[in-house]
């Protein structure tokens, strides 16, 4: 009993740790449920890997090894039973060591320690004197005894590892030649169709098994289809596992702790910006996987996310590329065009006045009536082009300074007279509105295109009303008018470049509300249009400002 457990001792110091609920998820007759419910538990506990590893590195059928090495005793100790007389039983042992050497280099470390005490119980009882007992008598011989079994155990345990070592670094070196050869494809392809079927054939020679994509949309939902590229089509219940694995953003499905059942393991493509798709991988039901293939396959999986991220960021840029070079030619094209058009209407213009001093009274003034009249429209097409333009460009900069309310509305007024000569423009306002701290060009400009856009779509001898008030330091200004409104259909598009009312007159560019809403952006504000109950629209203009009460206050 002593001598028993201090061989139990002497195996635990050289590393044999297995318990009898190892050696009975290796004895036959375990299903293949439990094998894998094993496997799972292991992979639950982040610090259980490398027991993981040699544990799944040593699960070929135990029961195959103790056969095959159990062979081999016997077979090495009829050969020895027979040249005994001459080696003496002294040599047998040496013969059991080289066999044990042998067999660690092919049978697993469990294996390799039973037929080591096999070996041991055999030289004892066939050939130690007195034979056929497990006696001994002398000294000499119970001491090489025990240091046979030191020296079988150990060597078989240096040798079993040397082996597992061997074998872990092949495997790390076909799986740097795999990424290898996965990352060349990334290289040599030129889209991103391309790039996934490549990736799928190596990682089909990886795994062994069948690799199936699905790839995620712009707004994260996985498509309905798996990728053309992939070598088998999720099924419903597979397609279930992938949207958990998708959302979730973990490892699923077999060999994980999450969904063991299914069929397939399942990986998540994870991009630095979003995730892009799911890898799934089925492997054939005996296979089992080692910690370097876990670690492998998420590798890949990280390799195939980064392929899907340099093809979207390639794509970002490209059209990224297309839409500033498209906004360069047309900001260039508005420009050149109008600065063009500027020069031969100011031409016109001055020659119009020189003509109007020289002509008399007779049908040669309304002619220079319509050359003028059409130098104005022309000029204000021109000038609105302009103010797309710089809007467009993002030239338009706020230059703030303290302006009285009552004053900007004023000039408003002044700068739409031509405009609105034929209305009855009526202002709400409250007289003692403080000054405000804004930049008054800009607001001036878009206030007077609201205040013309309602001369021009209500009739001639209607009201035009200009509201004005501040609420918790917000200017508000409100322009409504008596004209047919805003159809429905059309109250989300009235502030879309080019885009015109059914009542509008001819000639219009369809940029005054588009420039309006440019420049109280540029302010810091928003533009809003309803119809009115009782007929007719109103545009309000709502621009935050300090006001001089408050700067008051804060002094």
């Known amino acids: 009993m002593i001598f028993g457990c201090e061989v139990i001792k002497l195996l635990k110091k050289l590393g044999f740790k297995y318990s009898l609920s190892d050696l009975k998820g290796k004895l036959p007759g375990t299903s293949a449920n439990r094998t894998t419910m094993k496997s799972t538990s292991y992979l639950n506990d982040v610090g259980s890997w490398r027991q993981f590893a040699k544990l799944q590195f040593e699960s070929r059928p135990l029961i195959r090894d103790l056969l095959f090495g159990t062979a081999a005793v016997l077979l090495l100790t009829l050969v020895s039973l027979c040249v005994e007389r001459w080696t003496g039983y002294w040599s047998i042992a040496l013969f059991y060591l080289a066999l044990v050497v042998f067999l660690a280099m092919r049978l697993s470390k ?47 345990h240096v040798t079993a590892q040397l082996r597992w070592r061997e074998e872990t670094e092949r495997r790390r070196e076909q799986r740097t030649h795999a990424l290898y050869r996965l990352v060349q494809c990334v290289i040599e392809s030129t889209n991103l169709d391309e790039a996934l079927r490549q990736a799928v054939r190596e990682t089909k020679e990886i795994s062994h098994g069948e690799v199936a994509i699905v790839l995620a949309g712009e707004d994260g939902k996985l498509f309905e289809i798996t990728h053309p590229a992939s070598s088998w089509v999720l099924d419903e219940r597979e397609r279930g596992v992938a949207l958990w694995c998708h959302a979730q953003g973990e490892m699923a499905g077999r060999y994980t702790r999450n969904l063991p059942q299914a069929g397939a393991m399942f990986l998540p493509l994870t991009t630095v910006n979003r995730r892009a798709g799911v890898l799934a991988l089925r492997f054939p039901v005996e296979r089992n996987l080692h910690q370097e ?130 209305h009855c423009i009526k202002l709400d306002m409250h007289p003692d509105l403080p000054a405000v701290y804004v930049d008054s060009v800009l607001l001036e400009h878009a206030v007077s295109n609201l205040v013309t856009n309602a001369a021009q779509y209500s009739g001639a001898g209607t009201e035009i009303l200009v509201s004005v008030r501040i609420d918790n330091d917000l200017l508000i200004i409100d322009v409504s008018d008596q004209g047919p409104g805003i159809p429905e259909e059309l109250l989300g598009q009235v502030f879309d470049k080019f885009s015109r009312g059914p009542n509008a007159r001819r000639g219009g560019t369809g940029l005054g509300l588009a420039i309006v809403q440019g420049l109280i952006q540029a302010l810091g504000g928003s533009v809003h249009v309803a119809n009115k109950p009782e007929g007719g629209a109103m545009f309000s203009v709502h621009v935050p400002v300090k006001t001089t009460r408050l700067a008051e206050d804060m002094a």
């Open 110 to 156: 469990l294996a390799v320690m039973l037929v080591s005490i096999l070996t041991w119980i055999l030289w004892n009882f066939l050939f130690i004197p007195p034979r056929f007992t497990f006696r001994i008598t002398q000294l000499n011989d119970a001491l090489m005894f025990a240091i046979y079994l030191l020296v079988a155990l150990a060597m078989g």
């Open 293 to 422: 293939d876990i670690e492998l396959f998420q590798a890949v999986a990280d390799h195939v996310a980064a392929i899907i991220q340099r093809y979207d960021l390639a794509r970002q840029a490209t059209l990224a590329h297309l839409t500033e070079e498209s906004q360069k030619l047309y900001r260039t094209l508005f420009s050149c065009v109008s600065h063009e058009l500027k020069t031969p209407l100011a031409v016109i213009d001055a020659a119009t006045r020189e003509l109007r001093t020289g002509i008399p009274r007779t049908g040669g003034q309304a002619l220079l009536n319509d050359i003028e009249g059409a130098s104005l429209r022309l000029r204000d097409v021109v000038d609105k082009l302009l103010d797309m333009s710089r809007i467009e460009s993002g030239r338009v900069k706020p230059d703030p300074s303290w302006c009285e309310v009552d004053e900007l509305i004023e000039t408003v007024y002044v700068r739409t007279k031509d405009v609105h000569s034929d």
